[in-house]
């Protein structure tokens, strides 16, 4: 069985980064694409970014391309998104999720949280001015 556990979260103030870190047990890490989703109060889960398994291709939320970096360590089985800049309207609940997409698949097919199989149970993170 596939477990995600996402660490790093917490307050950060304004302008400053925070990283968030998810580790990945129970599989193969290297076959997988990861990505990492948000939940702000009462909205619905958005894309934030991801990441081919073999680390090549990246896609970012177009809003969020300039701010976020999305990475993985395949030999620590860890994702990380590098979070820059924070803003007011970046905090929630941050998950990290795993999807068997390769690289020959499209970014439109990365940004829709159906095709990830496995969840992590989420991370807050808020950003205080």
């Known amino acids: 069985q596939v477990q995600l556990v996402e660490s790093g979260g917490g307050s950060v103030r304004t302008g400053d980064s925070l990283t968030l870190s998810c580790v990945l047990s129970g599989g193969t890490f290297t076959t997988y694409a990861m990505g990492w989703f948000r939940q702000g109060p009462g909205e619905e889960r958005e894309f934030v970014a991801a990441?081919?398994?073999?680390?090549?291709?990246?896609y970012y939320a177009e809003s969020l391309k300039d701010r976020f970096i999305i990475s993985r360590d395949n030999a620590k089985n860890t994702c990380f998104l590098q979070m820059n800049s924070r803003q007011q309207d970046d905090p929630g609940v941050y998950f990290c999720?795993?999807?068997?997409?390769?690289?020959?698949?499209?970014?439109?097919?990365?940004?829709?949280?159906?095709?990830?199989?496995?969840w992590g149970q989420g991370i807050q993170v808020t950003v205080s001015s």
């Open positions: 999720a795993e999807t068997g997409l390769g690289d020959c698949d499209g970014g439109a097919d990365y940004r829709r949280s159906r095709n990830y199989d496995y």
């Open positions: 990441v081919a398994w073999s680390g090549r291709n990246q």
